[in-house]
């Protein structure tokens, strides 16, 4: 499975999916859309996003992280 198309869930919450993945030099950053069509980024680390399981499409980002 890939990254792009995962679910992304916060505090339980779905909040949007994956719809890009952009190299910004050391980090990556997912590209989140919601169901309103607005993006945010996440910087794909662990500190911000522990929890991955492709098998099951879904991400998890950490409860208190805020959209920039």
Avoid: M, W
Wanted: charged share 25%.
């Amino acid at each position: 499975a890939d990254l792009q198309k995962c679910l992304v869930y916060q505090g339980g919450k779905k909040v949007g999916r994956v719809t890009n993945i952009l190299d910004v030099g050391i980090n990556h950053l997912l590209e989140v859309t919601d169901h309103l069509g607005d993006s945010f980024y996440v910087p794909f680390i662990e500190k911000f996003v522990p929890y991955i399981d492709l098998a099951d499409g879904l991400i998890k980002i950490i409860k208190d992280y805020e959209r920039p």
